[in-house]
């Protein structure tokens, strides 16, 4: 009986030197029913050159071109070309271990999961700098809103069954954030979640030139895009009030950042200033940034159950900005400096330790100094 036919997406745009090393971690999968379908999206190197070279050698793959559309266009040609009972995503300059296919696809089965994350290498080139990995004992519903709104919502990393992609595609409007837009409705529809301990996706964090390697105003809206859409399409209360902190921080940035480099329309910038206007009373500034990125941070703690070193860092620099520009309520104020002593930490890098013994130790002068300077930056 012939095994299932898995679907491998890849999205090409400039990456010739990365491409050959992909390829060859797909061909080389142990489960041999795949097809790799590959979109040129309008390449002005030789990715395409390449991509056609490995077509020649394996039937199993697919070499779509097409004009450059972004990488939700990419993504959305490749899922109406692919005909898999079950979905992974590999970006190009990535490569992936041979049995990830295999096993995914075994643990699904054995399971009745509809969506199986994995964990990450994180490389810089041929180096291991770090990694990804999941805690296998979570339930569904945790493993849900850790990695649809917390940590780890990269398409690549996880397999999908293919009813899960039935009626989702990407917003063509986007050219970033595409994880982002499609993240609430597939942990919705996702009846079962189940993570694995191997880490079998080799991540190059450097983005080697590609569209998300400078962010600005425009990717920030993107993102606020994305996040509001996926809090529309997420029916978990838990779920929503992540991605409300998320959305009003993506709004914040954008705000700002378009400040400086003005890649927003007058249209863009004025919608998201609407909104950011009818849901915060903070009023716009770095201030109101540091805010929304510190209630995400405590947020993330409480549904972990520990205070990050994130949450500590956001609350200190918090406390500092409030001191010049105050935006918080006496009650608010007092929480955070609780927070602030109670977690006194000697972990943190030497700015961070200097700027919490000036907040324990009421070393005004210090804090504020450091509250102007995250205002001017």
């Given at each position: 009986?012939?095994?299932?036919?898995?679907?491998?997406?890849?999205?090409?745009?400039?990456?010739?030197?990365?491409?050959?090393?992909?390829?060859?971690?797909?061909?080389n999968?142990?489960?041999?029913?795949?097809?790799?379908?590959?979109?040129?999206?309008?390449?002005?190197?030789?990715s395409?050159?390449?991509?056609?070279?490995?077509?020649?050698?394996?039937?199993?793959?697919k070499?779509?071109?097409q004009?450059?559309?972004?990488?939700?266009?990419?993504r959305?040609?490749?899922?109406?070309?692919?005909?898999?009972?079950?979905?992974?995503?590999?970006?190009?300059?990535?490569?992936?271990?041979?049995?990830?296919v295999?096993?995914?696809?075994s643990?699904?089965?054995?399971?009745n999961?509809?969506?199986v994350?994995?964990?990450?290498?994180?490389?810089?080139?041929?180096?291991?700098?770090?990694?990804r990995?999941?805690?296998?004992?979570?339930?569904?519903?945790?493993?849900?809103?850790i990695?649809?709104?917390?940590?780890g919502?990269?398409?690549?990393?996880?397999?999908?069954?293919?009813?899960?992609w039935?009626?989702v595609l990407?917003?063509?409007?986007?050219?970033?954030?595409?994880?982002?837009?499609?993240?609430?409705?597939?942990?919705?529809?996702?009846?079962?979640?189940?993570?694995?301990?191997?880490?079998?996706?080799?991540?190059?964090?450097?983005?080697?030139?590609?569209?998300?390697?400078?962010?600005?105003?425009?990717?920030?809206?993107?993102?606020?895009?994305?996040?509001?859409?996926?809090?529309d399409?997420?029916?978990?209360?838990?779920?929503?009030?992540?991605?409300?902190?998320?959305?009003?921080?993506?709004?914040?940035?954008?705000?700002?950042?378009?400040?400086?480099?003005?890649?927003?329309?007058?249209?863009?910038?004025?919608?998201?200033q609407?909104?950011?206007?009818t849901?915060?009373d903070?009023?716009?500034?770095?201030?109101?940034?540091?805010?929304?990125?510190?209630?995400?941070?405590?947020?993330?703690?409480?549904?972990?159950?520990?205070?990050?070193e994130?949450?500590?860092k956001?609350?200190?620099?918090?406390?500092?900005?409030?001191?010049v520009?105050?935006?918080?309520?006496?009650?608010?104020?007092a929480?955070?400096?609780?927070?602030?002593?109670?977690?006194?930490t000697n972990?943190?890098?030497a700015?961070?330790?200097?700027?919490?013994?000036?907040?324990?130790?009421?070393?005004?002068f210090?804090?504020?100094?450091?509250?102007?300077?995250l205002?001017?930056?």
């Open positions: 009986m012939k095994d299932d036919l898995a679907s491998i997406l890849v999205s090409v745009y400039n990456k010739e030197e990365f491409l050959p090393k992909c390829l060859e971690s797909l061909r999968q142990t489960y041999k029913n795949i097809e790799i379908i590959l979109v040129d999206d309008g390449s002005t190197d030789d395409l050159s390449v991509c056609k070279q490995f077509e020649e050698m394996d039937p199993r793959i070499v779509i071109h004009e450059n559309q972004g990488l939700c266009g990419a959305n040609t490749s899922l109406q070309n692919c005909s898999g009972d079950y979905i992974f995503f590999v970006d190009p300059d990535d490569y992936v271990d041979s049995s990830l295999k096993d995914t696809i643990a699904m089965k054995n399971s999961a509809d969506m994350l994995f964990g990450v290498n994180i490389m810089k080139g041929e180096k291991c700098t770090g990694g990995d999941w805690n296998v004992n979570l339930s569904s519903d945790q493993l849900k809103i990695s649809g709104c917390i940590n919502w990269e398409l690549w990393g996880r397999a999908y069954r293919r009813n899960l039935s009626g990407f917003n063509p409007e986007l050219r970033t954030s595409e994880n982002v837009y499609v993240t609430g409705i597939l942990m919705e529809k996702a009846k079962k979640v189940i993570a694995l301990p191997k880490r079998y996706y080799y991540w190059q964090r450097a983005p080697h030139g590609s569209i998300v390697q400078t962010r600005k105003a425009k990717s920030y809206r993107d993102e606020w895009i994305g996040w509001k859409h996926s809090k399409a997420n029916s978990s209360p838990l779920f929503k009030e992540i991605c409300d902190k998320r959305i009003m921080m993506s709004a914040t940035t954008a705000l700002l950042k378009n400040k400086k480099d003005k890649t927003l329309t007058k249209a863009q910038q004025n919608e998201i609407k909104y950011y206007n849901h915060s903070i009023p716009l500034g770095d201030a109101a940034a540091i805010y929304y990125r510190y209630m995400k941070e405590i947020l993330v703690s409480k549904i972990s159950g520990k205070i990050s994130k949450a500590i956001s609350a200190l620099k918090l406390y500092a900005v409030n001191s520009q105050r935006i918080l309520s006496d009650d608010e104020e929480a955070l400096i609780h927070l602030i002593i109670l977690h006194r972990n943190l890098h700015e961070y330790k200097l700027l919490q013994n000036a907040i324990i130790h009421s070393n005004s210090i804090y504020k100094l450091v509250g102007i300077i205002k001017l930056k």
